[in-house]
């Protein structure tokens, strides 16, 4: 090698050393500017750390093991804690910060987290603002990642469980954070989150339980899903002033197809799903009638989705494989009456507050067997937009022993059924208001037989007067139905939808058994 060729490798090398040298002086320079401004947080944000590493030339920074601890202004309460086994923010861009006002990153990624929250009402003296207030640049970052967390959330007033979720992950894909933006400064392109295990506290009575999760932009699915009732039904009883069922619900999962969701005109909330499946619900419902009775009015379907308070589109829901249990006692002696729906299966079509067109109305359709042997079939429609909650409600049953209707009938009414009903139609027409119901039942020897109270043997003088007014079969009547009807059948507000459609029936019963039978 000549002396020529020796120079210009000495001033390549040189200049490479000097490159590196600089580089490692930027390299520290950063890193203890960084900690010097981690040092200087303000008083209520206390941050700690085994070692920061700052790469200039890469645009990377990595926290080891740091500790976040973030506490009230004013009352010094601890707000958060959050521990992580990393934390990297990588490929950060000088170019766009210094030339294009923006902050530009390529990956922020939190590995680890364990995130306990206290929920404490903040202080009237307190501020509410917005945390993008201070932010002047747009930011972008290419992905958000969150691997392994744990997250906890606490009732800061009394330390009660909230919310806890186990291996949590979620990533988001192009994010963007405008503060020009007001309302909704922050977008994404894509996200997916994960779980394994969530608690949720639904308030004072219930709590959600989640075995897993698995949520994207497009899509979600959510198994063992289980929504209980926290107190036993003893219990339960008595801390209540009124009425309150007790649940008990399994789901094995749940299926969301198509979604869509995010505020529209960058206020309103709205979501959208061209299909929800429900897989095998199990309902268990118990209802003490001995508590108080809650006089609030229950608005129907319609209004409750009139005034959902979001914009709710799902084209299609579909439940599968359900089984209902509603248990309802009425005698202290007594441990209730019980009615049984199994192999259920439903369809609704157009369940949303959304649509203008008069013909997207609300249509529901189930099949059903009814107290372990009876079919039902059942077409329920009504339109959101109507201000006067009009519904059609169309029922056809199937053969049924009346004896099996007994384990509700006789702790609750003090009656036992006897006899054979081989079919039943009905529709109802209402309103909020009102409504009209036409019936036909086909039946064989049936006997009302009322209770004695204390003995439960039967009052024969009582059960002889009402069966002289109860026909005992629908064979004297023209293609052996029995026909009912009646009109101006009064809502009673304060009562469930159910109520209305069983004071319905029961008017229809009447008409029927102990009328003539005959179409009015």
Known sequence: MNKKSKKIVLIIVGIAVVLFLGLLGLNYFLENKLKKQIAESPEHLKIQYETISVNALSGNVKFVKPRISIFQEKTKKITATIELEKFSVEGFSYFNYLFQDKIAVDDIIFKQAKITYYKNEAPKSDSSKNVFDKLKQIVQIESIEMKEAFVTIFDGSNDSLMLKSDNLNFKFDGIKIDPAKKKNPVSYEDFKLTSNSTFYSLGEYEN????????????????????????????????????????????????????????????????????????????????????????SIKPLYSKMLRELGFDLTLNNVFINNTSIVYTEKTKEETSGGKILFSKLNAEIQNLSNTYKSKDSITLIKVK???????????????????????????????????????????????????????????????????????????????????????????NKLLSTIVNIFVSKDSEDVSNDFRKGSKSDVERVKNKSVFNYLWINIKEGLLQAMVGDGKKK
Not at 418 to 433: L, P, R, S
């Open 368 to 458: 059903a067997v009814f107290m372990d042997n009876t079919p039902i079939d059942v077409d329920w429609s009504f339109d959101v937009n109507n201000l006067q909650d009009s519904f059609v409600f169309k029922a056809k049953m199937g053969g049924l022993n009346a004896e099996s209707m007994n384990q509700f009938m006789e702790p609750n009414l003090n009656i036992q059924l006897e006899g054979a009903i081989k079919q039943t139609y009905f529709t109802i027409n209402g309103t909020d208001n009102t409504s009209h119901i036409d019936l036909q039942i086909k039946y064989d020897e049936f006997d009302v037989i009322i209770l004695k109270d204390k003995t439960k043997k039967k």
């Open 208 to 295: 959600l339980l989640l075995e897993s999760m698995d949520v994207s932009s497009d899509r979600s699915k959510f198994s063992g899903v289980k929504l209980k009732t926290k107190y036993s039904k003893h219990a339960l009883t008595q801390m209540i002033k009124v009425e309150r069922d007790h649940y008990d619900l399994a789901i094995d999962s749940i299926t969301i197809k198509n979604q869509d969701f995010g505020f529209k005109q960058d206020s309103v909330f709205y979501f959208k799903s061209k299909r929800v499946d429900f897989y095998q619900p199990n309902f268990k419902i118990y209802r003490n009638k001995l508590v108080t009775d809650d006089m």
